[in-house]
């Protein structure tokens, strides 16, 4: 069994991966902090939990992390790069759900994240971690930097278009939209039902922290930099990224073909036919990333649609596929769900 | 293997069966019949099940649906009663999720569907698939009448009260509220988004089918005739039902314990603690009933809170409960989904 | 033109007011205050009123709300209690929106408010702003207890069958459900969007301060104590109330005409024909409170369903009713929005 | 008074004219015609008008919709081109709120609407109803094609950029999301609560309707042809359109005095100021377009957020804007409503 700890397990992600955690048949959850709530039940601030998991908060103090075998930091940002090195020391690995080590740019990530870096060195070891691209690299680690939500959605959609050349790379536009969820669970004005439901906005269009990431990510892919406008938008979904995705084919290619053989062998990211318009729903709950691609009446506009749970594949069940590699495990452990729907 | 069909495999009931029975251990599914759409990939109408399932719907004709060991009907009111002999005479089981068999009483039953019953031998023959009452004579069954998704969670509320003999029968309030997808998929206007976002409303406040079901299970429990008075409402969920219960104590007994140990063995009944207050989306997918009771400044009316997911406890859970118990496999098998939340 | 000062202007009830005195053709805005807000442009916290609404917050001190001839206090509880006697002495006519002066009891109001009451002799005078039952004593007001929400929706439900002594006072229920509006705009974990949407849930069921505002008032339209149950429910709606009401007919009088005869002079109740279930949506911004009866299957429990705009018919729409009554004008000036549907 | 006639009031566009031109002080709505509901009140089929409209649905033949002084198309396409010519020869405006006029070139229209136009010489003669670029032209004209809502919210955040040549015209992407209402009322499986609520899904990327007349539109504002991509999306609004444009700039010029100046006479089109996001619900309910201007990152791309309610600027408050243009009535009569938020 792999013992497994969480640092902060009262936010969204959090509650995300003790929904998945618990029923994995692998993992012995040891221990959950909540500095704030010690001692409390789990399940009397998540009920869904009720039956499933006896465990309590516990202050990080008393939580033994350093005796499990991996750590999950489920905090805000800023947190997991104070406690990581103390952590790899003692043997334990460490998968953060923050973006503590997503940008391998220290100057570009405190700029972002307007603070200082704790430790570069560790960002420089951190496996960024999307399997579909970092797989071999995963398996190996110590520090899996789980990559944000939109990240996930963008990248794997433009991924097969940037590694095979086949569009401008000068113009590159993803305008993406986001459940409410992603907004976290501190209580904001702006993310109150009374201010998200029946409304729509877009925000941070001068600059979103995801920016930066992606960027980084598609530069990788294409190897060479690239141009690349990201807008984010608020939606009235509870769970659910729709990234659509525009770029300038430059490149005489069946596009269907490309996606379909660039994620042939990939588990959770599903080519659908040509045509189709995936649904937030249809991967509601579940790991998997949908894919459409489309050239609007035939001209020389691609267009990707791509859509994940920004709590799963956006979150928390990518950071178990991340487990699952670094165990050797099957990599569907414990994300065998069906997205539900309706 | 549990060789499974379904007949009326497009509405919510019929999806939602797909989404547990897929990951069923001891279940294959054979066939599932659309005369409308037979040949078409079942997930190509449900994308959620893309990767899941390769069946196609087919017609009834060419299912062979006289070889499964148990047939689910999850098709409209009236279709099951016609269909359903000539199953259990080639020895398959049945269990309808329609209310074909629900209601013993033909007369009643006719009155309220508004067609004539074609089978009322099967009715008197049928167990009512409440397995918290009915679990030894469902275990022999050869046809089983799930139960509605309101009487699930009102009778479920009712039960410990009624056989215990602590409240007053004669004005027994069920006050209900359920999610859009309790009104099926079949295109109405009343459950379009446009008219049901946002917006609350009673309906069939002058009787709804529903109520002769609960008030014959309440008259079970209690033992002789009760008053009881049904109020549902269409409320903006996708999923689940509240029901809040009213009526008069007339025994001094301490309630919390009354269900308490009334439920302590039931596995899909959660006996939330003293002043809680369960919510839908603690078992959203779940195969659950939560329960508070609550005395409102320790006076004489108990107010008691049930949650269910329409589609589950109140629908294709409880029917796969029912295939469980029929089939002597462990009650919850596919069945330990822990409810969405967010 | 009247002169109108608003204290609290940054949550819902206040920019309600705004959104319909900006269009009394009566009235000129003088001051909206918000101590934390102040200098910005009212306009920038709520872009609905751009172009409508020049006005920037104002502390308390700058406002000059005692040159005022009316204020209305859109606060916490406790804060208008504090301010109106300076106001009345200055000749300022004060409408409290929040529950400082509705409860007579001054007892009753410290325990359920967890307060002392700063100014007893003013919850004497004040007159409580149902202008259905109290439009007389309103027009001569200095100071008026504008109702709650939920007390709004109840008593007008209630009113007749009290009034006319139809039906058993020893066991009312009122099952209502809410809107997350009002729970107001401070930001609070359970009112999130991806708390609050797609769930319903009872709270307060051991006791709710609308509760004894509710009682007093159906004990007047009694003329003696009742038994009165209240539980409030939370649903996914931005704007609405639920009341469903429950019964027993202890006298033979025709329901559907005592309720029809009751508001017959009333342009802020719609009494719906026989058989109607009033949907929240359809008073959605509009300062009405629609009712239906019913008596199911004819038996001798009558359910009543009353609807309002929690923001308007309970809040922001009935002060300036009470505004229109206390100074003379006809009183649906600037109320006559029609519901918006959809 | 204005004498004013509506063919097809049973979908939300006519509900809405209703909404708006109950309370028009020089409207007398004359009469309303569904031939599936003749007889009908109204008011019976939209509770939100009780008590504001008498009026009962009639059929076209007995509705006398020639001595009209207006008459309102608010049908499905291909219904209007069939009356307008009796209509226009009666000496009756006429304002189509559907498709059939919008889009000169009838081959383009016919291969898109997929049906034979019957009057292409009325086509060629009606105004394209965008009061902030037709004014003059709509003043005078007997038949106004009203702008679909996608085509309003995308050609006023073009229109600016496009005028001044700022922009390099063979690259313009609108990425576009609209609330289900913009779907109709006509009950279709797609847009069920339960399909349509908690769900995110492009549509039509291969083509839409609106494509070629925005396309009609932008190539007049630029004086040539352009490249344009436009991408529709549904999303859980009841209300709303978010369309978020972009282009490369190709001139050196401040885009946000740019805009600021076009719109400046423009009672209906708010250039809201540099750095914010239009949110949909500050224009819910209200005949306003709200528009804001980006350079992220001071970069060469361009992005434009521009929101409507697809009810009102997207269609009857245009309409009715239309009207007050064609009749010499003050623009903004029966138009004043502020956004209603929350």
Not at 41 to 61: H, Q
Not at 108 to 117: A, F, I
Request: glycine share 10%.
């Amino acid at each position: 069994m792999i013992k497994v700890g969480i640092v902060g397990g009262t936010g969204y992600t959090g509650v995300e991966l003790l929904r998945l955690l618990t029923r994995h048949p692998q993992v012995e959850l040891k221990a959950i902090t909540s500095r704030k709530e010690a001692g409390m039940p789990v399940a009397d601030m998540f009920p869904n939990l009720r039956g499933w998991l006896k465990l309590a908060f516990s202050t990080p103090e008393e939580a033994g992390l350093e005796n499990c075998d991996v750590v999950f930091f489920a905090t805000p940002n800023g947190v997991a790069m104070q406690q990581t090195r103390a952590l790899l020391d003692a043997g334990v690995k460490v998968i953060d759900l923050a973006a503590d080590f997503r940008i391998k740019d220290i100057a570009v990530w405190e700029q972002w994240y307007k603070m200082e870096h704790a430790c570069p060195d560790l960002v420089a070891e951190a496996v960024y971690g999307l399997p579909e691209i970092n797989r071999a690299s995963i398996r190996g680690a110590r520090l899996i930097a789980n990559p944000g939500c939109y990240p996930t959605a963008v990248q794997l959609g433009f991924l097969p278009l940037l590694e095979a050349g086949a569009v401008d790379t000068s113009f590159l536009v993803a305008d993406a939209k986001s459940g409410v969820s992603g907004g976290g669970r501190k209580p904001e004005t702006h993310i109150l039902f009374a201010e998200a439901a029946d409304n729509f906005k877009a925000y941070a269009v001068g600059g979103h922290r995801h920016w930066p990431e992606i960027k980084q990510g598609l530069e990788i892919f294409a190897g060479k930099p690239v141009g690349f406008t990201f807008v984010p938008h608020l939606t009235p979904l509870i769970r659910g990224i729709h990234a659509t995705l525009y770029a300038k084919v430059s490149a005489d290619i069946d596009l269907q073909s490309l996606f379909e053989q660039r994620y042939a062998d990939e588990a959770f990211v599903d080519v659908m036919p040509a045509g189709a318009h995936p649904e937030t729903r249809s991967v509601r709950g579940a790991n998997i990333c949908r894919i459409a691609v489309h050239r609007p009446q035939g001209g020389d506009t691609v267009v990707v649609l791509s859509v994940i749970d920004n709590l799963v594949k956006g979150a928390a069940g990518q950071a178990v596929q991340n487990m699952n590699i670094l165990f050797d495990l099957p990599e569907d452990t414990a994300l065998a769900d069906v997205g539900m729907l309706p």
